[in-house]
């Protein structure tokens, strides 16, 4: 929304399924701007499903979010896997850098 006013965000699962209303957003001049994100998600390299690619691929095209954090577990035995979250996204805003467990990438 760019000019002041509220806003709600409306969802429907698929025709005549599920349907869910948000809390009003009231939007007003010079408001920041909201982000949209998944601070906590999951692949196949812990308990989730799908690559860590799938993951932020979901996130970006599907989800249209603007961040996602992957937060898989070290605790199931697999060996972490390294890959470079710029090819998905670009390069990563100034001052961050993705990583993994033991280190910048």
Not at 26 to 54: F, I, K, Y
Not at 79 to 100: E, I, Q, V
């Amino acid at each position: 929304m760019r000019s002041p006013g509220i806003l709600r965000v409306h969802a429907l699962a698929a025709p005549g399924g599920f349907a869910a209303e948000s809390n009003p957003l009231v939007v007003l001049p010079q408001t920041p701007r909201v982000l949209w994100g998944d601070l906590h998600g999951h692949s196949n390299l812990s308990d989730g499903s799908g690559s860590a690619e799938d993951y932020f691929r979901y996130a970006r095209d599907i989800a249209g979010l603007d961040l996602a954090v992957l937060t898989d577990h070290d605790h199931v035995g697999r060996r972490h896997a390294r890959y470079d979250a710029r090819a998905l996204a670009g390069d990563p805003p100034h001052g961050s850098r993705p990583s993994t467990r033991r280190g910048a990438s």
